[in-house]
């Protein structure tokens, strides 16, 4: 008998599997922007991480909300620190150091996905943290620190029914604006070691806790188990970064094969390794493009790519094709 040295996951298929004509909203921790990019390299209509990264449940819910609300926000809503402007509400990725500019750059998001959630086929979220940080001064929850003072801050770890009605009101009214969407729950395999092992664990366990009890709740709401194959199938230190903390390349294309074969319809299937084949050619370097050798591997990927985006010409390929026929 063969020695069997990881343990095997059965992931059942989606009902209603991912399609390369969906609009795919993502949302929640950083591991949401790994999968985002790996969709939206291999040609899938995606929007990701409208807010920039969020880690807890109730930030989550907030932001859909917001979408769903039209909401956009007020310069007196940001708050000035370390020469930049910020919003309690949003990433780092959009502070300024003019407030203007940052307040545009939030708006313009706000108006993108309030769009993009009236047509979502698929809302993707990843939940990090069941850790909720709260201005001492206000009350206010926060989802960003943006690395001001620790004793700014309360910090209270939810409980499982918080988590499950915040998503849940949410949930009701998503399917309410867009009875066509379906949502997928995960959640992110980063260790949160700053909460320390033992409260990352309780905070995880909340977590998973509470996305069961929505699948349970809304059959229009799933389970993809990220956690679990990086945490208990790969289970080895040798899949994380020096930091010990986060997932690297080997563990989240592990994680983007089981993904693309459990979530994703025979076309998708079919299709998306044959995109990947042309965008990796198109990340080639050649030293010496001027060879002869050079131009047949540029006129064979644009017959290649020509042929793909004729038989399935939802593929948005166009800059592709007009790199290899340059």
Same mark, same amino acid.
């Given at each position: 008998?063969?020695?069997?040295?990881?343990?095997?996951?059965?992931?059942?298929?989606?009902?209603?599997?991912?399609?390369?004509?969906?609009?795919?909203?993502?949302?929640?921790?950083?591991?949401?922007?790994?999968?985002?990019?790996?969709?939206?390299?291999?040609?899938?209509?995606?929007?990701?991480?409208?807010?920039?990264?969020?880690?807890?449940?109730?930030?989550?819910?907030?932001?859909?909300?917001?979408?769903?609300?039209?909401?956009?926000?007020?310069?007196?809503?940001?708050?000035?620190?370390?020469?930049?402007?910020?919003?309690?509400?949003?990433?780092?990725?959009?502070?300024?150091?003019?407030?203007?500019?940052?307040?545009?750059?939030?708006?313009?998001? %706000?108006? #993108?996905?309030?769009?993009?959630?009236?047509?979502?086929?698929? *809302? =993707?979220?990843? @939940?990090?943290?069941?850790?909720? /940080?709260?201005?001492?001064?206000?009350?206010?929850?926060?989802?960003?620190?943006?690395?001001?003072?620790?004793?700014?801050?309360?910090?209270?770890?939810?409980?499982?029914?918080?988590?499950?009605?915040?998503?849940?009101?949410?949930?009701?009214?998503?399917?309410?604006?867009?009875?066509?969407?379906?949502?997928?729950?995960?959640?992110?395999?980063?260790?949160?070691?700053?909460?320390?092992?033992?409260?990352?664990?309780?905070?995880?366990?909340?977590?998973?806790?509470?996305?069961?009890?929505?699948?349970? %709740?809304? #059959?229009?709401?799933?389970?993809?188990?990220?956690?679990?194959? *990086? =945490?208990?199938? @790969?289970?080895?230190?040798?899949? /994380?970064?020096?930091?010990?903390?986060?997932?690297?390349?080997?563990?989240?294309?592990?994680?983007?094969?089981?993904?693309?074969?459990?979530?994703?319809?025979?076309?998708?299937?079919?299709?998306?390794?044959?995109?990947?084949?042309?965008?990796?050619?198109?990340?080639?370097?050649?030293?010496?493009?001027?060879?002869?050798?050079?131009?047949?591997?540029?006129?064979?990927?644009?017959?290649?790519?020509?042929?793909?985006?004729?038989?399935?010409?939802?593929?948005?390929?166009?800059?592709?094709?007009?790199?290899?026929?340059?």
């Amino acid at each position: 008998m063969d020695m069997q040295f990881t343990l095997t996951l059965d992931i059942p298929p989606l009902p209603k599997p991912i399609t390369y004509t969906d609009n795919i909203l993502l949302t929640g921790s950083c591991f949401t922007e790994h999968i985002a990019d790996r969709l939206y390299q291999n040609k899938f209509r995606v929007l990701s991480n409208p807010h920039g990264i969020l880690f807890n449940p109730l930030s989550v819910a907030d932001s859909l909300n917001g979408y769903m609300d039209g909401r956009q926000y007020r310069e007196e809503e940001l708050f000035s620190l370390n020469e930049l402007w910020n919003s309690w509400d949003h990433h780092t990725r959009f502070s300024n150091i003019d407030a203007a500019a940052a307040l545009a750059g939030i708006n313009a998001s %706000q108006a #993108d996905a309030s769009e993009f959630i009236k047509k979502a086929d698929w *809302v =993707i979220i990843t @939940l990090g943290s069941a850790f909720q /940080y709260y201005l001492k001064e206000t009350g206010t929850p926060v989802a960003n620190n943006h690395r001001a003072p620790a004793q700014w801050f309360e910090k209270k770890l939810l409980t499982t029914d918080d988590i499950i009605t915040a998503l849940s009101n949410t949930m009701s009214r998503l399917f309410d604006i867009n009875p066509f969407a379906q949502v997928m729950l995960t959640i992110s395999p980063v260790r949160h070691i700053r909460d320390g092992v033992v409260d990352n664990n309780r905070s995880k366990a909340r977590l998973i806790e509470a996305v069961h009890t929505l699948r349970e %709740q809304f #059959d229009k709401v799933h389970y993809f188990p990220a956690y679990e194959l *990086v =945490i208990d199938v @790969l289970r080895d230190h040798r899949f /994380y970064d020096i930091d010990l903390v986060h997932p690297n390349f080997p563990a989240t294309q592990f994680v983007w094969e089981h993904f693309v074969r459990s979530c994703m319809g025979p076309v998708a299937q079919e299709v998306q390794p044959q995109v990947q084949e042309i965008i990796t050619a198109r990340s080639h370097r050649s030293r010496f493009p001027e060879t002869s050798a050079h131009k047949k591997f540029k006129e064979n990927y644009a017959a290649k790519t020509k042929a793909l985006m004729n038989k399935y010409p939802f593929l948005g390929m166009e800059d592709e094709l007009t790199y290899f026929e340059r």
